[in-house]
Structures are given as structure tokens and as C-alpha cells.
């Protein structure tokens, strides 16, 4: 509640029940989902703050930083985002969704996933009191599948309405598949990233191991060129450009080898100058 600034009524007025059947049904993605929920998902800006061999650039468009928001709209995850939009309109359309309640969602999730004011969001006034309530707990909440409970009322009295309510077709029901849809849309999205990051296939994480044992090499030598003891300074005499023509497995070998001696002469070096 403090870190939303919700207060206890925009707490409980979050669909819970429906949130967690849908977490339920996605349990091969627990983990991931968890760290996406919680915001720790291992986006460029987080895991180089652990360690700067971590690049934190984005490995998809280039773009300098990659934190949250960029992993969303990086121009290179367009496709996933049209998917995104897709999926949802599929569903709504096969699940009976009340036609207002259908532009409001996917209105809102145009608006979030391409970055854009939200108070641009197209809904009847019909449906004012959720887009309201929607609002409060936040829009870009929506991706995260923290849903009013005013969602499944209506849609629950709208198939009531129609005589298409069932016990198994209800506003819970389609609920729980509208936050499922969202969450998986997310993960399915997080792992092209992960493909461009860490590779899909063989060759394709082939190319990424080199691109980051080559990144953890200049690392290396951009601390410790000048600033290692005489006896140790012949570990650096080979040009970075000779060292990362080595095969991939060589210069993980070198590094792992020598890091710990490289930083023991460069401490000692720091104390007594």
C-alpha cells in the first residue's frame, strides 16, 4: 500500500482471489512472475548495480540503459506488444466480454504499453465508475493484472443479463483469464528479451557468452592496466585485441583464473602506492 499509495479501500477493492487462480495457473512461470510483480526482474540496470560485468545497456536495440520501462517499450519488442494487444482481443471476443468493458481494456492497454497518457483512455460513460476505480489502483497496474473487482461485476450482471451465465462462465471466471492472458503476454515478451540477451539457440548463446566474457575482459583491463604491482603487470601485456580473438571458453578460463590475482595486486598496489 506505501509503495503504490493506495489507500485501504483501493487495497481491497484489487481482485485478489482473481489475481492469485491466475498466478495458480501459470505456476511454470512462478519465479519469474514473482520478480516481475515485485519489480525484481533482472533488467541491464538492476544486475549491474551488483556487478559491473553485467552490461547495462539493453542487448535488444542498444539503448544506453534498460530498466523496467524500456523493457516494455523497446522498440525492438513491437511485435510482442502487438501480440499482447492481440491475445486480449481474442480472448474478450471469445469469452462474451461487455462491449464497453472491451474498449476500455484494450484502450487502456494501448495507452500503457505504448507509453502514452493514460487520461486519453476511451470508455463510456457507462463504465466511468470502473475506469475510475481502475484509476486509483493505477493504469499501468493493469499489465501487472491488478484488477478492480468492478471488473467482474459487471461482466458477471452482463452474462447474467444475456442468460450465458454458467458456474463456470462468470465475472470471476473471465477475470481470472483476462489477468492470465496479461501475465503471460508479459512473460512471453520478458523471454525475447532473454533470447536477445543470453541466445535461443546454440549459436545464438554462443554469440552472447563471447560478447560477455569480451565485455568482462575490457572490464578487467580498464581497472587494472597501471595499476598493478611490477610482478604482476606481465599479466596484461597481451593486448586486449590479441586476448579476445581467443576461443570463448579461454578467455572464461584466463579470467577466472587470474581475476582474483589481478585484484590482490591491485589492492596491494592501492596501500602501498
Not at 545497456?57 to 502487438?82: D, F
Not at 462474451?96 to 463510456?124: F, R
Amino acid at each position: 500500500m506505501n509503495k503504490h499509495e493506495w489507500d485501504s479501500d483501493t487495497f481491497e477493492d484489487i481482485d485478489w482471489k482473481c489475481h492469485g487462480r491466475a498466478l495458480n495457473r501459470l505456476d511454470h512461470h512462478r519465479t519469474s512472475l514473482t520478480k516481475y510483480l515485485c519489480n525484481w526482474h533482472p533488467v541491464g540496470k538492476r544486475v549491474n548495480k551488483y556487478h559491473p560485468k553485467y552490461p547495462i545497456a539493453c542487448a535488444s536495440c542498444g539503448a544506453p540503459e534498460e530498466n523496467r520501462e524500456h523493457v516494455l517499450r523497446c522498440p525492438k519488442r513491437q511485435s510482442e506488444r502487438t501480440a499482447w494487444k492481440k491475445a486480449l482481443k481474442q480472448y474478450t471476443d471469445k469469452h462474451n466480454t461487455h462491449p464497453m468493458l472491451q474498449t476500455l481494456l484494450l484502450s487502456a492497454l494501448q495507452k500503457v504499453l505504448d507509453g502514452e497518457d493514460t487520461t486519453g483512455i476511451e470508455y463510456d460513460d457507462s463504465v466511468a465508475d470502473i475506469a475510475n476505480a481502475q484509476a486509483a489502483i493505477g493504469w499501468d497496474q493493469l499489465l501487472k493484472g491488478r484488477l478492480s473487482k468492478q471488473w467482474a461485476q459487471r461482466q458477471d450482471q452482463h452474462l447474467k443479463e444475456c442468460n450465458l451465465k454458467t458456474h463456470r462462465k462468470n465475472g470471476q471466471t473471465w477475470l481470472t483469464g483476462i489477468i492470465q492472458e496479461l501475465l503471460n503476454q508479459w512473460f512471453e515478451l520478458w523471454e525475447a528479451r532473454n533470447h536477445d540477451r543470453h541466445g535461443k539457440d546454440a549459436q545464438t548463446k554462443a554469440q552472447a557468452a563471447n560478447r560477455q566474457v569480451i565485455h568482462e575482459l575490457q572490464l578487467l583491463y580498464d581497472k587494472y592496466t597501471g595499476n598493478l604491482r611490477t610482478e604482476q603487470a606481465w599479466l596484461l601485456q597481451t593486448p586486449i585485441n590479441t586476448r579476445s580473438q581467443w576461443p570463448t571458453a579461454s578467455i572464461r578460463q584466463w579470467i577466472n583464473t587470474w581475476e582474483p590475482v589481478l585484484e590482490e595486486s591491485y589492492a596491494t598496489q592501492l596501500e602501498t602506492g
